[in-house]
């Protein structure tokens, strides 16, 4: 399974845009791109997805590099409740499982 | 919220005593998931599975058995809890016609003394 990389920890301030970067080097020509974030208590929940285009959902926004082995989340306009650990997930056409890595502990100020 | 719950939320065991935990989902989708979620980790999966009773292994599955009789609940067993066991875990579906995402339920909170 391809892995991804991203970095531990993020701040951003409040109602400014949040660029959340995964590398993924070893991503196959049939890999999604997933992102999800988990609140804190709760589980984690979908935000947006792509294959090689850009995505754009009322959630965020998802740049996929040229060559697919990096993409960045984008969120728009911080809020604190967008204060989450933020998950970039490689799956597989065809397959159903996801294989999670530690995330970016977002951190939003007011 | 796909209508996933998961009972119970929290629980409390002894080392040595067998757990079961529930899920259930309201929607009829064919993929269920069972993960456990440690401090400093992301989501590991144990055991999933893709139709009643059709399951497989995840990447921590030792401990751990499933089961799946009808197709709204998913359930988890620690035959003989450990305290490594001790751990959060949380049911997901697969919603059909949403290419391959997952939906989690809230969560179970199990400790293991």
């Known amino acids: 399974d391809a892995k991804t990389t991203q970095p531990n920890s993020m701040e951003s301030n409040e109602e400014e845009p949040v660029h959340l970067p995964c590398n993924h080097s070893?991503?196959?020509?049939?890999?999604?791109i997933h992102w999800y974030r988990q609140l804190p208590s709760q589980g984690p929940e979908y935000v947006i997805h792509?294959?090689?285009s850009n995505v754009n959902n009322r959630m965020a926004s998802l740049a996929i590099a040229e060559d697919r082995k990096s993409s960045t989340l984008i969120l728009h306009r911080a809020t604190l409740r967008d204060a989450a650990v933020y998950y970039c997930?490689?799956?597989?056409?065809?397959?159903?499982?996801?294989?999670f890595g530690t995330g970016t502990r977002l951190k939003v100020l007011a | 919220d796909a209508g996933i719950t998961q009972s119970p939320r929290h629980k409390v065991t002894e080392t040595g005593t067998p757990v079961t935990l529930r899920c259930h989902q309201t929607?009829?989708?064919?993929?269920m998931y069972w993960y456990r979620q440690d401090p400093g980790h992301g989501l590991r999966l144990i055991h999933y599975?893709?139709?009643?009773?059709?399951?497989d292994k995840g990447e921590v599955s030792d401990g751990y058995s499933v089961s799946r009789s009808k197709t709204e609940d998913f359930l988890l067993t620690l035959e003989s809890a450990t305290s490594s066991q001790t751990s959060v875990y949380f049911c997901?579906?697969?919603?059909?016609?949403?290419?391959?995402?997952?939906?989690f339920g809230p969560g179970t909170r199990l400790l293991v003394l």
């Open positions: 997930i490689l799956l597989t056409s065809g397959t159903y499982k996801y294989i």
């Open positions: 070893t991503i196959s020509g049939t890999d999604y």
């Open positions: 792509g294959l090689t």
């Open positions: 929607e009829n989708h064919r993929y």
């Open positions: 599975s893709y139709g009643v009773k059709d399951t």
């Open positions: 997901a579906i697969q919603r059909q016609g949403i290419q391959e995402t997952q939906y």
